[in-house]
C-alpha cells in the first residue's frame, strides 16, 4: 500500500511538472486577443468606481477584474494578467491530481484535453477561476454539515466567475437550503448564514446586471444575427469541445455526452438536476445573448467533472463501475488531447492575435502625439494593452479610446460631423488602423502577418499623408 501511494505522488509530480512547464511555455508564447486585453484594459485605466459602474454593461460579475486590479495599476506588463490566469489552472490541476478520486489515466486525459492544456490556462479570462473552485467545491460536498462555512464560501466565489455559473450555483444553493434547513427541523440555524452567504452573491449579480440602464453592444449585436436555430447551437457546442468532426465522431460524441448524463441521474438526481440546468442554461445564453465559444464551453464542463467526483465520493461504487466511469472520462476528455497538442502548436509558431507585433509597429514609429484613427475600438484594442500610453481615436464618436466603448452605439455622428472634426488635427500626422474586418484599398505601411490564426485580429495601418512606406519605415521587417 505504501509503495502504491508512493508511485502515485511520483506520478503525480511528473504530471504537474510536465502540465505546469507545457502551458507556461504556451502563455508566453500567445498574444492576447480583445477580449482578454478588454479586461487589462478597463482595470488599467479606470479607477475603482469608474470600473464597478462600466463592468456592469459588459455582463459579467467582478471577481477577475479585482483579481487584475493590483497587477494592472502597478504598472506590470499585461503578460502578468496572463501568469495570474496560467497560476489559478496550475493551482487547479494540483487540487485535481491530488485530491480527486479518479484513476491516473482519467487525471491525464483531463488535464491535456485541448480545455485544461490550452482554452483555460492559455487564453487569461475569467474562466480559469472556475476548475479551482469547482474542485474544491466536489471536496467539501461531502463535508457540508460539518464545514458550512468553507462550502458556502467555495460556491459563492464560483458564483462570481461567471454569468455562466450561475445557474449551476443556483441550483447548489437550492440543494443546500432543502437538505440543510428545510429538511432539517432540529439544527436548521447553524446553516441560515452559510445559505445567506451563497445566495446574496448571485442576488447581488443578478440586481448588478439585470438592471443596467445601457445596453451591451456584443449582446445587441449576436441578438441582431441570431437565428434561434438550436441543432446549429448544439453542433457548435460539440465543435467548441472536440473541434472539426464527421459525423460519425459528432454521432459518436454526443451519445457519450447524452451517456454521462445518464450515469449522473441514475447516481445522484439531485446532481443531476444541476448538471442538466446548467447544460441547458449555457445552450439559452449561446442561442440568444453570447455566441458560444471553446472557453466558455470548457469551463463549464468541469460541471461534469464536479458530479462524476461527488459521486466517487459518496456512492458506494463497485470495482466495476468506478472501472467503467473512468473509461467514460477517458473516452470525453482523451478525444480532445490531439486536439490540445494542435492548439499549442499553433499558437507558438504563429501569432495568435496581431495585437503584439502591431503594438510594437506602433511603439517604434508613431509619435504618441500623432493622431492614430481606428475604424472600430472594440477590434483594435488588443493593440493597446501593449502599447501603453497610446489612445485611438474614433470619428464615429468623437473619442479617444483603449477598450472596447461597448455602450454608444447609439452615439454615432453624423459623416459631415466626423468630417468636421477631423479637420482639429489638421496639424498632426495621423495614421489610420483597420482590423481585418475593413481592410484599406491603399498601400499601407504595416499589415499584421497573414498566418495570424484569428482573422478580426490581423490589423493595417496606413499613412494618411504619404499613403505609402515613404515616411514609416517597418522596424519589423
Known sequence: MENKKYVTHILNIVCILLYASITLFTVLHHEIWRDEAQVWLVVRDLNIIELIKHVRIEGHPLLWYFTVFPFAKSGLSVISMQIVSWFFMVAAAVVFLWKSPFNILSKICVLFSAGFVYWLPVLSRSYSLIPLFIFLLAIFYPQQKEKPYH?????????????????????????????????????????????????????????????????????????????????????TYMINLFGVMGNFKGIFLSLLLIGTGVIIFIENKYLFSAFLVNFLFQLVIYN???????????????????????????????????????????????????????????????????????????????????????????????????AKGYKFYYPQTDTFYTYGYDSKADEFLPPEVQEKNMQKFKDKKIYYLFSSLAIPEEEVCYKSKDTTLLMTERFYILDNLSGSQKDVKNKNQ
Open 151 to 235: 462550502y458556502a464560501i467555495v460556491l459563492a466565489l464560483l458564483s462570481q466567475t461567471h454569468v455562466l455559473m450561475c445557474s449551476f450555483c443556483t441550483v447548489m444553493g437550492a440543494l443546500f437550503l432543502y437538505e440543510n434547513i428545510i429538511k432539517n427541523k432540529e439544527n436548521f440555524k447553524k446553516y441560515i448564514a452559510p445559505f445567506l452567504i451563497i445566495f446574496l452573491p448571485v442576488l447581488f449579480l443578478s440586481l448588478y446586471i439585470f438592471t443596467c440602464p445601457h445596453k451591451n453592444e456584443s449582446v445587441s449585436e449576436y441578438i441582431m444575427l441570431a437565428d434561434g436555430f438550436w441543432t446549429k447551437t448544439l453542433i
Open 288 to 386: 440568444y445573448v453570447w455566441m458560444s465559444a471553446p472557453e466558455k464551453v470548457w469551463a463549464c464542463l468541469t460541471v461534469l467533472l464536479f458530479c462524476f467526483w461527488v459521486i466517487f465520493l459518496c456512492n458506494n461504487l463497485s470495482l466495476l463501475k468506478k472501472i467503467i466511469y473512468n473509461f467514460v472520462l477517458i473516452l470525453f476528455f482523451g478525444l480532445s488531447v490531439q486536439l490540445g497538442i494542435q492548439l499549442i502548436q499553433n499558437d507558438i509558431y504563429y501569432d495568435y492575435s496581431g495585437s503584439k507585433a502591431t503594438a510594437k509597429f506602433i511603439s517604434n514609429n508613431i509619435d504618441k502625439n500623432d493622431i492614430i484613427v481606428t475604424n472600430r475600438p472594440i477590434f483594435t484594442s488588443s493593440i493597446a494593452a501593449y
